[in-house]
Every structure is written in C-alpha cells, then in structure tokens.
C-alpha cells in the first residue's frame, strides 16, 4: 500500500471552515471497518462539536459485528447508529439522534430568550464510505435548500430535512490514519483508497486469508473448494481454476481471478463479511 491523500491541507481547511456553521458533525464509516476508517486527528479537530458516528452500508457487514462495534465506540463516549443508505434502513435513528443531541443546545437558545432554530449537521467521512448517498437518502425528494444567506453560509447550501433539521450539502472531506499495512490492505478492500495505492493480487491475497480464518465456508461452498489447505496463492489459484479463469495452456488467470474476488467481495456476493 502506497497512499497519500493528496489536498491533505485544504481538505482541513475546508472542514474547519464549515465546522464554524454547524452544530453537530455526523461521521459516516463504512460498518465492514468503522475502527480502519478513523482518523482521531480529524476526530479531535471535528469533536469540537457533538459528534454522531453512522456506520454505513450495514446490509454488507456481519450483523454481529457491527453490534460490537457500536459498543466499543460507545464506551469511547461516541453514540453509533448502523444504517443502509440505499435502502433508508437506520435514517430514523440517525433523525432522532440528531434531535436527542441538539436537545440541550436548543434548551440553552431557549434559556437565554432566544428564538431556536433548526440544527445545522454536516456529514464527513474518507472517500467512498457513501456521503452522498447518505445525504441524498436524508435529503429524498425534499431539494428545498434553504438557499445562501449572505454572510452566514459562505457559499454553502443548506437542505432543509424537517422542519428543525438543516444539512450542509457538501460532505467533509477525511481520509483515515493508515497505521499498519493490514489496515491499509482493509481500505484498499473497501476502495478507501484509490487502486493506484495497491496492487490487486496484494489484497485478493489478503481477502483469501480473511476468508479462511473467518469464513471458510464461502470458499468451500461459493468456490465450491472440497479443502482449504496450502498457502493463500494456491486457494486462490484453486478459485480460479474453479470459476473457469484460464488462460493459454489451461494456466489460471491470477489477475482476472484476483480482480474478481475482490469484486464479488465489494458489491457483497460473498457474504457479509466484517473486517475489524
Ligand atoms: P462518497 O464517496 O462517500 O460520497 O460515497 P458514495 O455515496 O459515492 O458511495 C460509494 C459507493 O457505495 C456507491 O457505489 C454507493 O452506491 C455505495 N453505497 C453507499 N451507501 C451504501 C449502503 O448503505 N449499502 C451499500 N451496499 N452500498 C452503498
């Protein structure tokens, strides 16, 4: 894995910028690797305001895991809610969390004799975990954006989503904190990070590996596989073989093969497969 988030600079200033407009910072993560996606710099310079954790495309992690996952970040003091933005599954929850959360902000407008208006969100994240399709799905079909007020939007445009909800239409632009290769080799597998950074045998080769350890049955009945024994190069040459990836001489195509898996693990053919 060879990756570096280039703009890294403006990215930062970008989201700063915003963060002055907002009450609440949503951050979505991809529910496969909510922990690989972080980046707690970000997080700390984001956390200035009351932040939201949404972990995205639930309907392809492992329904367990992702339970886990939104315990361990709430004993970090982070609430989670598990969504599928494609669906909607899990918006509700993200509405009434941000209600629960600008509560006491609203109470103190209140107090001091103020007139509360509608809580300002924004959403950020790394690249791919959905933040447009979250927005959109949060959004639907109600594209009445409030519209620029001079001097206090800057050029951003604010979509009413109930009546005491506005959203930032442009989502924060994170990238994560790539501390390990095989957490680098997770984001490559979630298309965190662009195919540039990776070679795509590198990480089918870890998918294999994922896959013995915690799903051996996806090998042996997708692939139809009668053992998983040997190294991650024959499995995957064992796959090859099976799914009819040959080349001239009747050798497997490793990089057809390789190219496959990984496609077949992205748009959820293999399962739901969680990966922190
Ligand atoms: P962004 O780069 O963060 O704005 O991500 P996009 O909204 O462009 O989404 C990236 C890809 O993930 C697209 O192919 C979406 O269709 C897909 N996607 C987004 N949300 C979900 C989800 O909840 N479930 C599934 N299965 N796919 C999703």
């Not at 339970?67 to 003091?77: D, K, M, V």
């Not at 930032?168 to 095989?182: N, R, Y």
């Not at 298309?191 to 950074?197: D, R």
Request: aromatic share 6%; charged share 30%; proline share 4%.
């Amino acid at each position: 894995i060879n990756w570096y988030p280039g703009h890294m600079v403006k990215a930062r200033r970008e989201i700063q910028n915003s963060l002055k407009l907002v009450d609440i910072v949503i951050i979505l993560l991809d529910a496969r690797a909510p922990f690989s996606c972080r980046n707690r710099d970000l997080e700390r310079m984001v956390g200035q305001k009351p932040l939201i954790m949404v972990l995205n495309k639930m309907d392809l992690a492992d329904a367990g895991c992702t339970e886990r996952y939104i315990e361990e970040l709430a004993r970090e003091g982070l609430q989670a809610v598990a969504v599928d933005a494609i669906t909607g599954k899990g918006m509700s929850q993200v509405l009434k969390a941000i209600g629960q959360t600008y509560k006491p902000l609203a109470d103190k407008m209140l107090a001091k004799g103020r007139r509360v208006r509608p809580a300002r969100v924004m959403v950020a994240g790394v690249p791919n975990v959905g933040k447009s399709t979250f927005l959109n799905c949060l959004v639907g079909k109600k594209v009445a954006k409030t519209g620029a007020k001079p001097g206090v939007t800057r050029g951003k445009q604010w979509v009413r989503v109930r009546e005491d909800i506005e959203l930032m239409d442009t989502p924060g632009l994170m990238w994560p904190k790539i501390e390990s290769e095989e957490q680098g080799l997770k984001l490559a597998l979630l298309e965190v990070i662009g195919e540039n950074a990776y070679h795509e045998d590198q990480v089918a080769l870890y998918l294999v590996k994922i896959l013995r350890e915690k799903r051996p049955e996806v090998l042996k009945e997708k692939f139809r596989l009668a053992d998983i024994e040997g190294t991650d190069e024959e499995i995957l040459q064992a796959v090859g073989r099976k799914r009819g990836y040959l080349i001239k001489g009747g050798e497997v195509d490793f990089y057809k093969t390789c190219h496959m898996l990984l496609h077949d693990f992205r748009k959820g053919s293999l399962g739901r497969i969680s990966l922190d």
